[in-house]
């Protein structure tokens, strides 16, 4: 069953797409406020969050911004009752997969939710948890622990450990990393993946300046082993 996490603090617009998300055969999760979403987002595994954008204690951009910042990747649609342009791109920029006005047709809902679900068949069975050494990565936790103890990380630095995990055997230029790391498709110098190696290196590596596990390979970028 498909997990749905609805972020929405009009009552009668939760109990309505709650009842019909269910009958659709979705498992569902609500929150009503801004702060008791990102817990559940970050804390629980979904394959989609539904999230408002005029939310009390903190809007659905703030949400969704430090969802992706924390290393959530699960589909976003933004709903909302603003229509303009600069909204829309807003949301996109920050993360959100797809952006929905109100007030919509459930069906056209229904569509927007199964096509994220088609664009990440795998989301809900993908590792969350990756170990190498004495370090431990959790990705719904967004926590990295070298020896049961936490790892202070940038957003940055959690992401790019996690693609290198992810990818881990796998030689990554870094103009790879630029694309699916940084979400750039030009850059004037590859010098930014190698800065941000080194500070990774500095607090995962037993010896950074002899790496056991991620590698440069000359003339190509880097591997993680291990």
């Known amino acids: 069953m498909k997990r749905v996490l609805l972020i929405e603090d009009e009552p009668g617009l939760v109990l309505t797409l709650t009842d019909r998300l269910r009958a659709e055969g979705y498992e569902v999760g609500a929150a009503t406020d801004g702060p008791s979403g990102l817990e559940r987002a ?118 790019l450990l996690k693609y290198f995990l992810e990818h881990r055997g796998d030689a990554v230029t870094r103009e790879q990393l630029l694309n699916d790391v940084w979400g750039y498709h030009a850059m004037p110098s590859t010098r930014t993946v190698d800065v941000h190696v080194a500070w990774l290196r500095q607090k995962i590596e037993p010896i950074p300046r002899h790496p056991q596990h991620l590698l440069t390979i000359h003339g190509i970028g880097y591997k993680f082993v291990g």
């Not at 924390?70 to 342009?85: C, D, H, S, Y």
Request: aromatic share 6%; hydrophobic share 45%; glycine share 8%.
């Open 42 to 159: 970050w804390r629980e595994a979904w394959d989609v969050i539904l999230l408002d954008i005029m939310l009390p204690g903190k809007n659905g951009f703030d949400v969704c911004r430090d969802l992706r910042q924390k290393g959530v990747t699960t589909p976003v649609i933004m709903l909302t009752a603003r229509g303009q342009i600069v909204d829309k791109v807003l949301g996109l920029k920050i993360g959100a997969d797809d952006y929905l006005t109100k007030p919509f047709d459930m069906l056209e809902l229904l569509a927007r939710v199964e096509v994220q679900l088609r664009r990440t068949p795998a989301s809900s069975s993908a590792p969350h948890v990756f170990t190498f050494g004495n370090v431990v990565l959790d990705a719904r936790k967004a926590e990295v622990t070298r020896g049961g103890k936490a790892i202070d990380l940038s957003a940055r630095e959690f992401l």
